[in-house]
C-alpha cells in the first residue's frame, strides 16, 4: 500500500531564503507527482506536475526534482516571500486511466516579513 | 473560464441526517474526483467519475456514494451522518485526455455534523 510522507510539518523561514520540503513514498512504481498548494480553508492549486519519466520540473521560483528509485522529491522554493505561506502537499498517481492521487501529510509554511 | 465550483460551501447537519453535495467541473473537463480533508487523516480519496461512470473508489464505507450526470456535473451523497464525517470535501476536475494530467481542485464543502 502507497504511504506518502512529507518531512518536515511545518517550517517558519524569513522572507529571501531558500527553502526545499521534502516528500516520500514507499512504492516507486509511480505515474506521476504533483505538488500543490493549499491556502487556509481553500482547495487546492497545482504546481507542478512531474511525470515518472522526468527528472525535474521548473516554473519561476518553484523546481521540483523526483527521484523514481530512492522515492523521493523535493520542492525548492527560491527567495521565500509572505506570500508563499501556505501548505504544501505532495500527491502520487501509481498508474494511467485513473485520476486518484495518494496525498502525503503536508507541510506548513510560513514566510515571515 | 471559470474554475470549479462546489456547493454549498458551508453545512450543519446532525447526526443521521444525510447530505447532498455539489460540484461543477470546469467546461470541457469529463473526470470528477472527490476526496475527504481531515486534520487527522489528511486528504483521503473518495471516488472517481469519467463520462458518468465510477471509475475508481477508496475505502470509505456504503454511506458515501456518488454520481456523475451526462454534463459532467457530479454529486456526492453522506447518508446517516457521523460525527467523524466532519470535514472539507473537495472536488477535482480534469481534461482527461491523458496529455492533460493536471487536477483543478475547487473551494470545498465544508461540512460540520453535530
Known amino acids: 500500500k502507497q504511504e506518502v510522507t512529507q518531512i518536515p510539518a511545518a517550517l517558519s523561514v524569513p522572507e529571501g531564503e531558500n527553502l526545499v520540503l521534502n516528500c516520500s513514498f514507499t512504492?516507486?512504481?509511480?505515474?506521476?507527482l504533483q505538488w500543490f498548494r493549499q491556502d487556509p480553508g481553500k482547495g487546492l492549486t497545482s504546481l507542478l506536475l512531474?511525470?515518472?519519466?522526468?527528472r525535474e520540473q521548473t516554473s519561476g521560483r518553484l523546481n521540483a526534482s523526483l527521484d523514481k528509485s530512492s522515492g523521493r522529491s523535493t520542492l525548492y522554493i527560491a527567495a521565500s516571500q509572505p506570500g508563499d505561506s501556505a501548505t504544501y502537499l505532495c500527491?502520487?498517481?501509481?498508474?494511467?486511466?485513473?485520476?486518484?492521487?495518494?496525498f502525503g501529510t503536508g507541510t506548513r509554511l510560513k514566510v515571515l516579513a | 473560464k471559470a474554475g470549479v465550483t462546489q456547493t454549498p460551501r458551508y453545512l450543519i447537519k446532525t447526526r443521521g441526517q444525510q447530505v447532498t453535495l455539489s460540484c461543477s467541473p470546469i467546461?470541457?473537463?469529463?473526470?470528477v474526483s472527490w476526496y475527504q480533508q481531515t486534520p487527522g487523516q489528511g486528504l483521503q480519496f473518495l471516488f472517481e467519475?469519467?463520462?458518468?461512470?465510477?471509475?475508481n473508489k477508496g475505502n470509505f464505507p456504503g454511506r458515501f456514494s456518488g454520481r456523475q450526470f451526462s454534463n459532467s456535473r457530479s454529486e456526492m451523497n453522506v447518508s446517516t451522518l457521523e460525527l467523524g464525517d466532519s470535514a472539507l470535501y473537495l472536488c477535482?476536475?480534469?481534461?482527461?485526455?491523458?496529455?492533460?494530467?493536471?487536477?483543478?481542485f475547487g473551494p470545498g464543502t465544508r461540512l460540520l455534523v453535530l
Open positions: 477535482a476536475s480534469s481534461l482527461a485526455t491523458g496529455a492533460e494530467e493536471t487536477q483543478y
Open positions: 512504492d516507486s512504481a509511480i505515474y506521476n
Open positions: 512531474i511525470q515518472s519519466s522526468q
Open positions: 500527491a502520487v498517481k501509481e498508474g494511467p486511466g485513473t485520476y486518484k492521487y495518494i
Open positions: 467546461s470541457g473537463h469529463r473526470s
Open positions: 467519475y469519467f463520462s458518468e461512470t465510477q471509475r
